[in-house]
């Protein structure tokens, strides 16, 4: 079961290397603040936000740009967190 | 530990721009080719590139690719290889013409053709007035090129190995080489991609200084392979700083923000830029601000608890023009700064942008190497291209938007190279030597079992802050020294890193560890390089070598016109010519060089 566990986080981290140095900033930040209690349903935004292109999801992160959908919009808030 | 085999005709390490481009060439000409990649490839840094990709199209004024060539060769200090660069400029239009046939979405003027705009460093009639050169798609021009040829590459069936991180070079006693190890971040297995053909497209190493714009991923891997399997590293203390990146995070911000108005400024509060350009204050060139900026550090007027820093500060500027004509800037002050840059000046440091040195290859994408009493002699089945090649075009300075050129022009040409090669029958799979394939099971072995080693993170951060202490923007003769002791000793706790997590699946903490083991060869050859050469060339700037006539801009043409190449082996440094004649022009002779 942890090991499981282990093995997405490690994925959705690996997800999160980006083509562009902001959004590795952003992440590092995030899952230095919220690895060890990141529930599955997070797991399951995540990823969705991670299919976004870079610049689409920079856009989101600093503002430029909003998501309808409530579940994303959320996480994008706890991205944001400084 | 065991490992498997595939066997392709050609192996291709990076899916940035300059891989893609080696793919495309490679598959339509019906070779089996694989392309490997740590990342999905349209996550590749190339995605990064804004500004543009240069051409000498002359769809708005008038252009020619020789005045190209004449402001490439300047902005290199004249160590380019002029006839590699002669090479680029002449087949730029074309590359950029196909890459609008692959689907690329360029801007374009209103008679249909491909708009351009005028980029730093780009010239007409021979260095006389700006001209516009730069083609772009809106401000994501390279994400635009990697879905164009991306999607070209899936046309032409090129296979993708996508979060597979290539390990070393597979080279035989003869020195030829045969492919790559390469290991499956998804299983952890271990995977010996056995080709007739291996083109490297790795990217850039940013990441080896403490500040850099570069993403997480610019490890410099197949430059340290290359290190790793005995090839030398070429102009490796070349690189090329940007004067603002926020201090500690390394985010770029614009030049537009001092033409704007923005001010740089000491602990003092002091505008000290007056002191340094009394003209052009903080609208100075990238060369001198940074230098400014390292003095006012240097000299214990930096800014911070560790008086690490100097400060941009916008907060005279009407808000309004802030957020108008700068966007993206207050919230990357917010972000990366923790400043609201309309109440507080943002910290920034020089911040290190672009790898020119690497990989030593010819402009047919070849990598070449000295044999007796030959200085370039291709290594057999081997090829790079892009950041982590070194062919050499941008010299001591690479001009803004010739690197995607560079991408486009080398990644084809190595791809066109590997495929003549191919078909003449000259390459065969030739077996594959147990001994090179048990260094990187040995590699991974050691690392798996390491006791009472090293922490990788720290190690890597002692690395990145020796490297930008000791071998920044502006460099001194003590410093250098003193940092080739530092980096060798952190070289040394390199070898003995520790992982506490052993898990095979999305292992980042290995991957991390693997990856500092290229970072630290080149961190070795950058310093090494920048230590042995003791005058000024380019964005190479040292302290003590002095600006009179014999060396202007402390540049020593008479014991420092070649190419400097480092071997991992004996950290020792060999050199080669210039290669001052073009392929068909006069050579641009050599003069000061001035802006
Ligand atoms: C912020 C920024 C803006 C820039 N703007 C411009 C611009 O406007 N114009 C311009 O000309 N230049 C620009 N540059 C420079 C230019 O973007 C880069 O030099 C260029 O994109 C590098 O492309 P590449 O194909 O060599 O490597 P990358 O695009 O970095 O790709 C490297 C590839 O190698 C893969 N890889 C690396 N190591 C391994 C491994 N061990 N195993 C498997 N795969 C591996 C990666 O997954 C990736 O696919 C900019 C650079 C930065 C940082």
Redesign the interface.
Known sequence: MN?DR??RI??L??HC??????????F?RFWAREEADFDVQSEAVLTRLLEL???DLWDL????ATTDDAESAAMIKRL?C? | MNYSVRKFDAVIVGAGGAGLRAAIQLSEAGMKTAVLT??FP???????AQGGVAASLGNSEEDHWHWHMYDTVKGSDWLGDQDAIEFMVRNANECVIELEHYGMPFDRLDNGRIYQRPFGGHMSNFGEKPVRRSCAAAD?TG?AMLHAMYQRNVKVNTQFFV?WQALDLVRDEAGEVLGVTAMD??TGEIVVFHAKATIFATGGAGRIYYS??????NTGDGVGMAARAGIPLEDMEFWQFHPTGVAG???LITEGVRGEGGILRNAQGERFMERYAPNAKDLASRDVVSRAMVTEINEGRGCGPNKDFVLLDVTHLAPETILKRL??IH??A???A?VDCLKEPIPVVPTCHYQMGGIPTNYLGQVVVPQGDQKSVPVPGFYAAGECACASVHGANRLGTNSLLDLLVFGKSAGETAVKELKTGGRSHKPLPAAAIDKTLARVDRLNNQKDGADVHETRLAMQRTMQKHAGVFRFKDMLAEGVEKILAIDAQVAQTQIK?K?K????AR?EALELDNLIEVAKATIVSANARTESRGAHVRDDALDVPETPNGRDDKNWLKHSLWYREGNRLDYKSVQLKPMTVDTIELKKRAY
Do not use: C, Y
């Not at chain 1, 992160?61 to 430029?64: G, H």
């Not at chain 2, 349209?42 to 990064?48: E, F, G, K, L, P």
């Open positions: 090991t282990n093995a490690g994925k981290k690996w290397r980006r083509a562009l140095l902001e959004l590795d900033l952003v590092a292109e870079d610049h992160v600093s503002n430029k944001q400084i | 740590k990342v349209t996550r590749s840094h190339t995605v990064a994501r994400h979060e971040m998804e850099s714009t570069n993403a997480f991923i995070a390394g985010v966007p993206g919230e990357i917010i972000q990366f923790g997590d898990s699946v999305f292992n980042t991957i």
